[in-house]
């Protein structure tokens, strides 16, 4: 297959899902399926009180609400640069949670100067879709007061057990290397902070296992979208019906049993 010449992307990045129906549905299935190790990842590591929480890419706020949930924070904050998904999210309001319009790659004076800083961060999935990840992550310490906590996690790793799958997830890595982003850079998370900005706290992955049905129907809905990428034009269209018809007969439990084996990376940083 002959791979098309990176685009020259934005500063703010492509996203490779979209922001329309189909994908509000899918983050919605996201945020359940991994709001496990959501869970753990903040309590392990956000133990004192939490006077304002910001969640960066927080999409239609379902990943928002259940930090909001889980830490008790004084204020949580959504930022996103889709005004349909924050216009969707401010329909589910939650007293303490405020959402707002923002490109997470530009620092906060010149992005969002009237967010308060924050003394923790969360990001998931987000930094995968940015073409210049390092970059973004060191302007995500403007939004931090000293001493406040970064945390991130990432794609480090993702197999299915059916061939289908393994098939998505090689096509969804081509598609990304062709906008310049990594699906695997929760793998080496750690090479993008800056130690003028921050301290190491932790680094680590957490590996778990994913029923393959409702992966399938994530990535059935994905392809839907990015199917119609312009750089997925010479993608072998034929194949790719294919892959949605058998995605598909996954989700619905039809071809057999299915596993996802993820590994998730994770990072602390402390905002020097």
């Known amino acids: 297959m002959t791979q098309p010449e990176h685009r020259n992307e934005p500063a703010h990045g ?10 509000s549905i899918r983050l919605r299935r996201l945020a359940d399926l ?24 927080c999409g239609p706020g379902h990943t928002t609400r259940a930090l909001a ?14 005004p349909l998904l924050i216009e969707e999210a401010a329909r589910t309001p939650v007293a303490n949670v405020v959402y707002q319009v923002g490109d997470v790659t530009r620092s906060r004076d010149e992005g969002v100067p009237d967010v308060p800083p924050a003394d923790a961060l969360y990001s ?18 403007s939004y931090l007061t000293d001493g406040a906590a970064c945390l991130l996690q990432e794609t480090a790793a993702i197999a299915g057990s059916h061939p289908a799958l ?18 695997d850079i929760g793998r080496s998370l750690s090479d993008l902070l800056d130690p003028r900005l921050y301290n190491l706290r932790y680094s680590g992955e957490r590996r778990f296992s994913l029923p393959g049905f409702r992966m399938a129907e994530l990535h059935r809905l994905n392809l ?18 294919s892959l949605e018809g058998e995605l598909g007969q996954i989700a619905e439990g039809r071809a057999g049993q299915a596993i996802v084996e993820y590994s998730m990376g994770e990072l602390v940083l402390e905002r020097r």
């Open 166 to 183: 393994a098939r998505y997830y090689e096509l969804v890595a081509d598609l990304q290397r062709r906008h310049g982003q990594r699906l």
């Open 34 to 57: 991994f709001r496990p190790s959501l869970e753990t990842f903040v309590t392990e590591h956000l133990r004192g009180p939490v006077r304002h929480l910001l969640d960066l890419g």
């Open 224 to 241: 839907l979208t990015w199917r119609h990428d312009p750089l997925a034009a010479s993608f072998d269209q034929h194949e790719l019906d």
């Open 124 to 141: 998931r999935f987000l930094l995968t879709h940015l073409p210049h990840p390092r970059h973004a992550l060191s302007m995500w310490a």
């Open 69 to 82: 949930a889980v830490l008790r924070a004084n204020r949580v904050t959504g930022l996103d640069k889709s």
């Open 14 to 23: 492509h996203y490779t899902f979209g922001d329309n129906a189909v994908a």
